[in-house]
């Protein structure tokens, strides 16, 4: 499918890690000293990592990509930083836990 998907201009980047560090889904690292995209269906496109970056490396395009996919960041997220980073902005279930309030007789 074509879709907005985070680009990164290598000759640009310092390899700081800050994007990588603001990506929730933890779709960049750094490799061989520069940001890169571990997987395209990691990245969500909406581009949280732009204004983390000191030398405008990066920039949102339009491409080729598998869809984003959420379970499988919020399951590399887990993998890489430990269950308590993974965040998904809605995790397609409610949560009926809450207790009932009693109700009146
Ligand atoms: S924030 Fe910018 S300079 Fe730093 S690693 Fe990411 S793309 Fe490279």
Known sequence: MRRKIVK???SKCNGCGQCATAC???AIQI???????VNDSYC???GACLGKC???AITIEER?????????AMQHVAR???PGHAHPHD???SHPSAPAPLRAR
């Open 44 to 46: 969500d496109g909406l």
């Open 8 to 10: 990164i201009d290598e």
């Open 54 to 56: 000191p030398v405008d």
């Open 91 to 93: 995790h397609g279930h």
């Open 80 to 82: 890489t930083r430990g």
């Open 64 to 72: 080729e990509a598998p869809a984003f996919n959420e379970a499988a």
């Open 24 to 26: 929730a889904e933890g």
């Open 31 to 37: 490799i061989d000293g520069k940001a890169r995209i």
